[in-house]
Nanobody, 126 residues
Framework: QVHLVESGGGQVHAGDSLTLSCVASGSAFDSYAVAWFRQSSGQGHEFVASIGGRGTGTVVADNVRGRFTIARDNSKNTVWLQMDSLQPEDAAVYYC???????????????????WGQGTQVDISS
């Protein structure tokens, strides 16, 4: 079992960058695939990016590919989402999720996640 805590959200201007962090408590973190989802007001959870337990495989949503990068350091129980060239449509609450077993391709749907963090708000002004 893992407990996920996100941080790094805030208010920025269009074109700026932010790095979100997700720190997990618990053991065997490398057994968990991790994904970021986001939810804007009135919308469902949207997949952003995922990474396998060993960090060798990643999936990035088409609408953020080339701007967002996901990475992890299992020695720190941490996953990061580097967000560059932020646009107003990227504004949302960003959630870190985890799934025991499987790989990054399996964690592209909210229902596939076993664990969720509390979310971190990202606001972007144009």
């Amino acid at each position: 079992q893992v407990h996920l805590v996100e941080s790094g959200g805030g208010q920025v201007h269009a074109g700026d960058s932010l790095t979100l962090s997700c720190v997990a408590s618990g053991s065997a973190f490398d057994s968990y695939a991790v994904a970021w989802f986001r939810q804007s007001s009135g919308q469902g959870h949207e997949f952003v990016a995922s990474i396998g337990g060993r960090g060798t495989g990643t999936v990035v949503a088409d609408n953020v590919r080339g701007r967002f990068t996901i990475a992890r350091d299992n020695s720190k129980n941490t996953v990061w989402l580097q967000m560059d060239s932020l646009q107003p449509e990227d504004a949302a609450v960003y959630y870190c999720t985890a799934r025991l077993g499987g790989d990054e391709k399996m964690l592209r749907w909210p229902a596939a996640a076993n664990y969720w963090g509390q979310g971190t708000q990202v606001d972007i002004s144009s």
